[in-house]
């Protein structure tokens, strides 16, 4: 029972322009939502997160946005880097449920 | 250490093996929790202490899993009997507050790989 789902297993995108990445949820239950990073042989980095109080949260590059009334989170990668080219995780509160991710490629 | 510190990093053990993955939480961290992470998918919950108390072992795929937290800092993940798909990355995170809602600081993973 998948109650996180990241529906794109890939994404590529050209340096500078924007990233954006998608997950959904099925229990309107969560209130908090992260995200995580995540690069070869290591474990994931928090990036960003957002309460279900608000819609969004900007840090920097990267902001998240929340649709409660959809059930739908997504992560905003402006300008995107190589640097930020790796797997990215959107996790729900509640022991952490996680997607399945989703490997960005920033290409130069 | 600084950072959540997981050991070994690789392990290879034959069908049948007991194995035990050890995990070593940022000091004074109350919350830690194990994860499973098969190729090509998100990490999987396994189980999530507060101290030494195991409050949800609701994701152990079988009892051959077997977690321990005695003094409420260094964890051990035991699988018996070990099987193929047993075979993944297994992570291991910690949080300093007692609940939910709060990033998590992840290990690097032991990998698993049972021939």
């Known amino acids: 029972d998948q109650q996180v789902k990241q529906n794109s297993p890939s994404l590529s995108v050209q340096e500078g322009r924007i990233s954006i990445l998608n997950c959904d949820y099925t229990?309107?239950?969560?209130?908090?939502f992260l995200w995580y990073k995540k690069y070869p042989a290591e474990g994931p980095t928090f990036l960003i997160s957002i309460s279900s109080i608000k819609d969004k949260n900007e840090d920097g590059r990267f902001t998240v946005f929340l649709n409660k009334s959809a059930k739908h989170l997504s992560l905003h990668i402006v300008p995107s880097q190589p640097g930020d080219s790796a797997v990215y995780f959107c996790a729900a509160s509640e022991l952490m449920r996680f997607g399945a991710g989703t490997r960005l490629t920033v290409k130069p | 250490g600084a950072g959540v510190s997981q050991s070994p990093r690789y392990k290879v053990a034959k069908r049948g093996q007991d194995v035990a993955l050890r995990c070593d939480p940022i000091s004074g961290h109350v919350s830690l929790f194990w994860y499973q992470q098969a190729l090509g998918q998100g990490p999987e919950f396994l189980t999530y202490f507060q101290n030494e108390a195991q409050l949800d072992k609701s994701g152990l795929p079988s009892d051959r899993f077997f977690a321990e937290r005695p003094e409420g800092s260094v964890s051990t993940l035991k699988i018996q009997r070990t099987q193929q798909e047993d075979s993944a990355v297994y992570l291991c995170?910690?949080?300093?507050?007692?609940?939910?809602?709060?990033?998590?600081?992840f290990g690097s993973g032991t990998r698993l790989t049972v021939v």
């Open positions: 229990n309107s239950m969560f209130d908090y």
């Open positions: 995170a910690s949080s300093p507050g007692g609940g939910t809602g709060t990033g998590y600081t």
